[in-house]
Every structure is written in C-alpha cells, then in structure tokens.
C-alpha cells in the first residue's frame, strides 16, 4: 500500500485557497502547537493562508516551571510575528495545565518506548481537546505543529487528525511539517528568535530516556 504523502495533501489545500491579499476574510484554522520552535515554521507557512489560533494544551509538560516557559516562549513569538506582520494577525489560547490528566491517560504505558502507543495516546489526548474547543469555536480546520518533528510519528497524527475530523464533523488540516526543509527552517527561526528548546517532548517518560541517552 502506498505512503500518504501529507505534505503533497497540504499543498492542494493551500493551492485552493487565497493568499493574503485582504480582498477577503481568511480561513480559520485552530492549531495546536506543542512549542514554540516547532510552530516557528508552521506559524511562518500558514498566516499566509489563515487566520491562526494558536492552542497551547500540552497536559504531557511534567515540570510547572517547564510548562511556564515554553507557553511564555510561545506568546513571545507569536508577539514577534504579528509586530512583523508576517501574514495574517495570529491569536492564542492557552488551554489548561493538567498534567494528571496526562498521567491517568499514561496508566499502563508507563514502560513504552518513546514513539510507541503511549505516544500516540498523548496525540490522541492534546488532539482530541484541540478539536473539541475548535468545533466549539466554529473555526474551519484545525491542525498540529507535531509533524515537524523527526522524531514523532506523522503518519499516525494524521491518521489521528482524520478519525477526530470524522467524529467531531470539523476540518483536518493535514501535514508533515518536517518536509521541504520545514524542519531545517525551524532550527533557522529558533535561532533568530533565540527561542528556548529541549530536547525531549517534555514528559517525565521521555526526560529520563533523554538522560539515559546521554549517560
């Protein structure tokens, strides 16, 4: 069976829709964004498209201080773009910090290897609170910085996106951000934009197998 290329599947969307040229109102697209070095790039790709909300909801965030300063992060660089203008104004909402949550969904899982189910049952968990609040909000699509990332599965976010897209009757936004040098752009912005990374997804589980690598 061939691969779904979901970076070919965007560009037909995109090729369908008009660029920012303010003869009329944009689509609305509710994104969720894990950071702000991930979103840099995808932010940079789609205002140009879209009228973005930026959803911060990532319950997998162990730590309080961490969760602080990535969401501060986030703002930060949103403030950035719009004071630039680089498309259209992007807007957030940051969602609630429970990472119980995470940690009941987690139950079970605990000894799985990062990238395996206990992963995608966090996609499930932040993507799932993504297209509740953008069905709510009556937004067009809703999308996910995560397939920036080389590390995560960008076939099953997106299989994830489909099947929530499905249940909740609002528009999948499909992606894999990473190609077309999406990711080697996000290295580039981070560094302009002196954001602040890590190097692990911000769960306690993929902490101490980051630590462990290092040992």
């Known amino acids: 069976m061939n691969q779904i290329n979901y970076q070919k599947e965007l560009e037909k969307i995109l090729n369908g829709l008009q660029?920012?040229?303010?003869?009329?109102?944009?689509?609305?697209?509710?994104?969720?964004?894990?950071?702000?070095?991930c979103s840099s790039y995808c932010l940079e790709y789609l205002c140009k498209y879209f009228s973005i909300t930026v959803f911060y909801y990532n319950p997998n965030i162990s730590a309080s201080q961490e969760y602080l300063k990535r969401v501060e992060e986030q703002?930060?660089?949103i403030?950035?773009?719009?004071?630039?203008?680089?498309?259209y104004p992007i807007s957030i909402v940051e969602g609630d910090y429970e990472p119980a949550c995470f940690f009941e969904m987690a139950k079970g899982y605990e000894e799985c290897p990062e990238?395996?189910?206990?992963?995608?049952k966090c996609f499930d968990l932040r993507l799932r609170r993504t297209v509740e609040e953008a069905k709510r909000g009556k937004y067009d699509y809703f999308a996910t910085t995560l397939t920036i990332s080389?590390?995560?599965?960008?076939?099953?976010?997106n299989e994830i996106g489909q099947q929530l897209s499905k249940e909740y009757g609002v528009n999948w936004l499909p992606s894999d951000f990473k190609k077309k040098n999406g990711y080697k752009r996000s290295i580039e912005l981070?560094?302009?934009?002196?954001?602040y990374r890590q190097d692990?997804?911000?769960?306690?589980?993929?902490?101490?197998?980051?630590?462990?690598s290092r040992q």
């Open 150 to 157: 080389p590390l995560k599965n960008a076939a099953k976010i």
């Open 75 to 77: 703002k930060r660089l």
């Open 190 to 195: 981070s560094a302009e934009y002196d954001l």
């Open 115 to 120: 990238g395996g189910e206990r992963c995608f």
């Open 79 to 87: 403030s950035a773009y719009n004071q630039e203008q680089k498309g």
């Open 19 to 37: 660029m920012l040229d303010g003869s009329e109102a944009p689509p609305t697209l509710f994104l969720h964004s894990c950071c702000a070095p």
């Open 200 to 212: 692990y997804c911000g769960c306690a589980f993929s902490k101490v197998e980051r630590e462990k």
